[in-house]
């Protein structure tokens, strides 16, 4: 390249950058304008695309998330069932001095439940599966001792033991014994809200029962009715049965 050409560049260029720079007034002006409007409106296009693409996008991660709630909240309860059913034939025994059980838990249980509830009311000897203090540390001496989680091996020997142990005060050694079903806390929760219904039926002497885990079973006109929702059990209560009661 020659040395006149080498110097000629350099201008050349300034001069192209002055001319893109500086644009006639009236060009610049006109499509400036025009420039804008163009921008403005592939601007609005990829907004609007943009806001449809996270629309879709938020619509679908709502569906997924209640999806994923729904089955949470199934798998909840179907953990909740099967814990409770594992626990359908444990009873819970509270009082008994700590270490009384030896080495033989449930062989001590399956002699003490006899003595408690009277002899007589069993037929056989009760057979128990396993039996275990709950897991928490040994307290110290005096203090109230750990329950006993004793699960029976027949069902209908465990609604018989919860039936008896209101028929009389229970005691070991002195010490006041208590016995209740092993319920979870959910089962405990769902139970509780049937507390008002049952008191209710108490009062008008209507025969029932609170079957597993929490359905409400009243005896009407001969008949057995079933109920899970502890609000339409009481309507049931307000409306047939002490109407019924009253016009007797």
């Not at 304008?33 to 996008?57: F, G, P, Q, Y």
Request: net charge neutral.
């Amino acid at each position: 390249m020659s040395k006149h050409d080498t110097s000629k560049k350099p201008k050349d260029t300034r001069s192209l950058r002055s001319a893109v720079a500086k644009p006639n007034a009236k060009d610049a002006s006109g499509g400036s304008e025009s420039d804008m409007e163009d921008l403005s409106s592939a601007w609005e296009k990829i907004s609007d695309k943009i806001l449809k693409h996270i629309n879709v996008r938020f619509d679908k991660l709502e569906e997924t998330l209640q999806a994923v709630q729904s089955s949470q909240k199934e798998l909840l309860e179907k953990v909740d069932d099967l814990e409770g059913r594992s626990r359908h034939n444990n009873i819970k025994i509270v009082g008994i001095p700590e270490r009384e059980e030896g080495n033989k838990p449930a062989e001590f249980i399956a002699a003490l439940i006899p003595k408690l509830l009277g002899e007589d009311n069993f037929q056989s000897s009760v057979i128990i599966d396993r039996a275990h203090r709950t897991l928490r540390s040994t307290p110290p001496e005096g203090a109230e001792p750990r329950a006993i989680i004793a699960r029976v091996h027949f069902f209908q020997e465990t609604e018989l033991i919860l039936r008896l142990r209101r028929a009389r005060e229970l005691e070991y050694k002195g010490n006041k014994v208590l016995i209740f079903p092993d319920y979870t806390p959910e089962v405990m929760r769902q139970r509780r809200k049937c507390n008002e219904v049952s008191s209710a039926l108490r009062e008008l002497k209507v025969e029932h029962s609170l079957l597993f885990p929490a359905r409400l079973r009243i005896k009407n006109k001969g008949e057995f009715k079933a109920f899970t929702e502890p609000d339409e059990a009481m309507t049931f209560v307000n409306t047939d049965l002490k109407n019924v009661s009253e016009e007797h």
